[in-house]
Nanobody, 126 residues
Framework: VQLQASGGGLVQAGGSLRLSCAAS????????MGWFRQAPGKEREFAAA????????YYADSVKGRFSISRDNAKNTVYLQMNSLKPEDTAVYYC????????????????????WGQGTQVTVSS
């Protein structure tokens, strides 16, 4: 299984970026795909997740209304559209995949995710 994250970069506050996570190596139709982030000196935190089967989404309060997670079934890719970026959004962003025992579950805990991408740096300047 491979998760390839891309799309990070340097952007001014108020700007936008779209991250991509290309998934390969297995079928992800029963998975939950998540985006997590880790800022320097801080613990990794949950940002957003989407259940591949029905597109149900969930967001951390810190990004709700500004970030949008989506998936493209044909491309086996998950996106994180980030708008109205703030300096506090600066972090390495990781995509991850979870195959939950309970199909209705949508976890925000990193320990529940089985596969991780390599991370992409997002830097927001003030």
């Amino acid at each position: 299984v491979q998760l390839q994250a891309s799309g990070g970069g340097l952007v001014q506050a108020g700007g936008s970026l779209r991250l991509s996570c290309a998934a390969s190596g297995r079928t992800f139709s029963r998975h939950v795909m998540g985006w997590f982030r880790q800022a320097p000196g801080k613990e990794r935190e949950f940002a957003a997740a989407i259940r591949w089967s029905d597109g149900r989404t969930y967001y951390a309060d810190s990004v709700k209304g500004r970030f949008s997670i989506s998936r493209d079934n044909a491309k086996n890719t998950v996106y994180l559209q980030m708008n109205s970026l703030k300096p506090e959004d600066t972090a390495v962003y990781y995509c991850a995949a979870d195959l939950p025992i309970n199909p209705a579950a949508l976890s925000t805990r990193g320990v529940d995710y089985d596969y991780w991408g390599q991370g992409t740096q997002v830097t927001v300047s003030s």
